[in-house]
């Protein structure tokens, strides 16, 4: 499952970068809830898991560019 919530997290990402408004405080709720279902799912993988890596890249990417947080990206 963590590579589904994975990839409907990054496509929510995707609607922030051109969303305002209503419509960006939503995309951000939602990537924010897939992020974190997917980190949730990945735990009982291996560290060198490609699921697992690409998904805390792409949640530091979200957290970084789109919420503004660099101290939530490292």
Do not use: M, W
């Not at 496509?11 to 897939?34: D, M, P, Q």
């Amino acid at each position: 499952f963590a590579d589904i919530y994975q990839l409907k997290a990054d496509i929510y990402r995707y609607l922030c970068e051109v969303s305002t408004g209503e419509h960006l405080i939503t995309n951000k709720k939602n990537a924010t809830f897939f992020y974190n279902e997917s980190i949730k799912y990945s735990k009982s993988l291996s560290y060198l898991s490609l699921v697992k890596i690409s998904n805390n890249l792409n949640f530091a990417v979200y957290c970084y560019d789109i919420l503004s947080k660099p101290d939530l990206a490292l």
